[in-house]
């Protein structure tokens, strides 16, 4: 009689990911394309160059207006992203 150990596809996918360290830069991929989902789309339309270094999201946000509104709101932007991957990717969010 044979055991087998039953996987989903899932979890399998997930394992490879996690051995080749793959996992977290496609959460981080993952997190740069929900911007526009979580700031709106009329931010989005303001927004420049985006990218991840050191847990830190550096984004580029074209109108200075705007930016000063983005930065009072970065802990709850910071929350939202975090829960759109389903992980905690980003720390902070430096606006220039």
């Not at 360290?21 to 927004?47: F, H, M, N």
């Amino acid at each position: 009689m044979f055991r087998r150990e039953v996987k989903s596809l899932e979890d399998i996918v997930a394992q490879c990911l996690r051995h080749d360290g793959l996992e977290t830069p496609l959460r981080q991929k993952r997190l740069l394309d929900s911007w526009g989902k979580v700031a709106g789309k009329a931010i989005e339309k303001y927004t420049g160059e985006k990218f991840i270094r050191n847990q830190v999201l550096f984004v580029k946000i074209l109108n200075p207006a705007l930016r000063a509104d983005l930065s009072m709101m970065r802990e709850r932007l910071v929350k939202n992203l975090n829960a759109e991957v389903g992980a905690i990717i980003i720390n902070d969010i430096k606006l220039f």
